[in-house]
């Protein structure tokens, strides 16, 4: 059974910085260091967004709304990938999600609220 446990969201104001995590669980992660990782948000009547990804090489990328303000990081031997948010915006309220890359559908997790606001 695969899990993704996110935590780490909460109310801060604007220009704030947060870090969230998501712990990875299941047999297929026994292996987590070969699999992409990314973060997605979602925010009230909108679509789920990909916010950030990052590979088995470190390499990441970010859509252009939230790239300078966020970064995504791993730790390989905690199956964590981590997502620090800097300069935060009241539109970047959401709850946000990770899952591997590309989305394992089934196995969304609850997801960690972020609401920016002063």
């Known amino acids: 059974q695969v899990q993704f446990v996110e935590s780490g969201g909460g109310l801060v104001q604007p220009g704030g910085s947060l870090r969230l995590s998501c712990a990875a669980s299941g047999s297929i992660f026994s292996s987590f260091s070969i699999y992409a990782m990314g973060w997605h948000r979602q925010a009230p009547g909108k679509q789920r967004e990909l916010v950030a990804i990052?590979?088995?090489?470190?390499?990441?990328n970010y859509p252009d709304s939230v790239k300078g303000r966020f970064t995504i990081s791993r730790d390989n031997a905690k199956n964590t990938v981590y997502l620090q948010m800097n300069s935060l915006k009241p539109e970047d309220t959401a709850v946000y999600y990770c899952?591997?890359?590309?989305?394992?559908?089934?196995?969304w997790g609850q997801g960690t609220q972020v609401t920016v606001s002063s």
């Open positions: 990052i590979t088995s090489a470190g390499s990441t």
């Open positions: 899952n591997k890359h590309p989305p394992l559908a089934r196995y």
